[in-house]
């Protein structure tokens, strides 16, 4: 076993030539003294190159948008910026057609015109939806262990710093 791995590495070592020559007049172009390490190394090395430099290529130049997953800078600009502007026009249309019916009580005799008027049908609008905020038992349970967990280490922290200061 000893001796493969000394084999190996000698063969690894071991001097040898590449030479390219011109097939008409076996004239020498040019050639090279390599070593297996030496071909092996630069291939490595070529290897990562290649890696980087395809990384870099595709993270700073707008290739990446071509990518899947991957969306230009503008792109998500102007998604959020429509995503403001549809909230901001639901609100509005919800007003008006609070108002709009309002206006439809009154023109049917439901409700006076003096109890009418805009500022009450906006914040009619702008009460928030029933929504279930009461805390459920589990809840209240996790409220309560966290509140102990939290006392106890309080007690164990305040006893350090008293030690400490003797």
Do not use: C, H, W
């Amino acid at each position: 076993m000893a001796k493969k791995k000394r084999n190996f590495r000698k063969k690894l070592f071991i001097k040898n030539r590449l030479v390219i020559l011109n097939e008409d007049t076996f004239e020498e172009i040019f050639s090279f003294r390599l070593t297996l390490m030496n071909v092996f190394v630069m291939f490595t090395l070529g290897g990562i190159f290649l890696i980087l430099v395809t990384t870099f290529i595709i993270a700073f130049t707008p290739l990446r948008e071509f990518i899947p997953g991957y969306s230009s800078s503008q792109l998500k600009k102007n998604a959020t910026e429509l995503a403001i502007k549809s909230d901001s026009l639901e609100t509005a249309l919800k007003k008006n057609e609070a108002y709009i019916k309002g206006v439809q009580k009154v023109l049917s005799g439901q409700l006076e015109y003096a109890k009418f008027n805009k500022d009450s049908i906006i914040a009619e609008s702008d009460e928030p939806s029933d929504l279930n905020m009461k805390a459920s038992e589990e809840e209240i349970k996790l409220r309560e262990e966290v509140a102990k967990i939290e006392k106890e280490s309080g007690e164990s922290n305040a006893k350090k710093k008293k030690s400490d200061k003797k």
